[in-house]
Nanobody
């Protein structure tokens, strides 16, 4: 099994630049992708960004230029640096992991999920 635990969310002001963290533990795979998704009330779960085990990256259009995904292998942690937040970024943010190295923006392709963390951006 794989466990993912997110942290770093909460109530922030528009324009703030918080960083989310996701600690990954448990079973390991030779190749995998770790991603961030988000889900606003009444909406679908949307892809935000992903990083492969070999540091390949991909971003949703809504995240390009504002969000950065990175990893610290020594800490088994994935980060999402979010800059210049807007009220429309308000959502529950989820960390997820899928086996194999191809990046997918489809949440159904991911095998393991964190519990999610609320990020609320006030104007």
């Amino acid at each position: 099994q794989v466990q993912l635990v997110e942290s770093g969310g909460g109530l922030v002001q528009a324009g703030d630049s918080p960083r989310l963290s996701c600690v990954v533990s448990g079973r390991t795979f030779s190749s995998y992708v770790t991603a961030w998704f988000r889900q606003a009330p009444g909406k679908e779960r949307d892809f935000v960004a992903a990083i492969t085990w070999s540091d390949g990256r991909n971003y949703a259009d809504s995240a390009k230029g504002r969000f950065t995904i990175s990893r610290d292998n020594a800490k088994n942690t994935i980060y999402l640096q979010m800059n210049s937040l807007k009220p429309e970024d308000t959502a529950v943010y989820y960390c997820a992991l899928k086996r194999f190295s191809y990046i997918s923006g489809n949440h159904q392709m991911y095998d393991y999920w964190g519990q999610g963390i609320q990020v609320t951006v006030s104007s």
